[in-house]
């Protein structure tokens, strides 16, 4: 977390753009979904621009250096893949919400096995997108798995940087501004980029 801090200061202008620009794609529906619930459907979009800022993440853990156009680059290259694990995770949180709806008021165990599933594919996230990005060759099927075994080599690790990056982001939401001025989602791109990913020598070495 302490890399991610460093890397934010270094590249905190063109980081405020990135983070702005996906905290207006993630607002804008919710704010339209108050005139027409369908418009939540829109927050699929939000799935490409998490990839391009996670794609700038992966650059600066990789090589410290950052350009704004590396933003439309990473939007060039995994607009699909960042669509696809929206959806992914669009999917799961209706499975969800449907299974605890059902389940509570009738057996409450179920509702409880189906949070803690919720709240592990929540922790798998962190080694999912960073995966995902770096490694855009392979198939996604092959990088979801990886980040399978990843989160089961270090489960407690994952689980605390999770909880880590959650408070922050609460943090920032309990200033009363907008995670764009507080740069909290590109602090969280850039410390799971960190996290998931092995050192630039490491990585060109494999």
């Given at each position: 977390?302490?890399?991610?801090?460093?890397?934010m200061?270094n590249?905190?202008?063109?980081?405020f753009?990135?983070?702005?620009?996906?905290?207006?794609?993630?607002?804008?529906?919710?704010?339209?979904?108050?005139?027409?619930?369908?418009?939540?459907?829109?927050?699929?979009?939000?799935?490409?621009?998490?990839?391009?800022?996670?794609?700038?993440?992966?650059?600066?853990?990789?090589?410290?250096?950052?350009?704004l156009?590396?933003g439309?680059?990473?939007?060039?290259?995994?607009?699909?893949?960042?669509?696809?694990?929206?959806?992914?995770?669009?999917?799961?949180?209706?499975?969800?919400?449907?299974?605890?709806?059902?389940?509570?008021?009738?057996?409450?165990?179920?509702?409880?096995?189906?949070?803690?599933?919720?709240?592990?594919?929540?922790?798998?996230?962190?080694?999912?997108?960073?995966?995902?990005?770096?490694?855009?060759?392979e198939?996604?099927?092959?990088?979801?798995?990886?980040?399978?075994?990843?989160?089961?080599?270090?489960?407690?690790?994952?689980?605390?940087?999770?909880?880590?990056?959650?408070?922050?982001?609460?943090?920032?939401?309990?200033?009363?501004?907008?995670?764009?001025?507080?740069l909290?989602?590109?602090y969280?791109?850039?410390?799971?980029?960190?996290?998931?990913?092995?050192?630039?020598?490491?990585?060109?070495?494999?």
């Amino acid at each position: 977390m302490r890399a991610a801090l460093s890397d934010m200061y270094n590249h905190s202008w063109r980081l405020f753009v990135l983070n702005l620009a996906l905290s207006v794609v993630a607002v804008a529906p919710l704010v339209a979904a108050l005139w027409a619930v369908p418009a939540l459907v829109l927050l699929l979009a939000v799935g490409p621009f998490a990839a391009a800022l996670m794609h700038c993440a992966v650059t600066v853990q990789q090589t410290d250096d950052l350009r704004l156009r590396d933003g439309v680059v990473g939007l060039r290259l995994h607009w699909r893949r960042g669509l696809v694990l929206a959806a992914l995770i669009a999917g799961v949180v209706v499975l969800v919400v449907t299974a605890i709806w059902f389940y509570a008021p009738r057996a409450w165990p179920v509702a409880l096995v189906a949070l803690y599933g919720a709240l592990l594919f929540g922790v798998w996230q962190i080694h999912v997108w960073p995966l995902a990005v770096a490694r855009r060759r392979e198939r996604l099927g092959a990088v979801l798995r990886e980040a399978g075994r990843a989160l089961g080599r270090r489960p407690l690790a994952s689980i605390g940087l999770a909880f880590a990056l959650l408070l922050v982001n609460a943090f920032g939401m309990a200033l009363g501004v907008l995670p764009a001025l507080t740069l909290t989602l590109a602090y969280s791109a850039l410390a799971a980029a960190h996290f998931a990913l092995p050192p630039p020598t490491e990585e060109v070495a494999s």
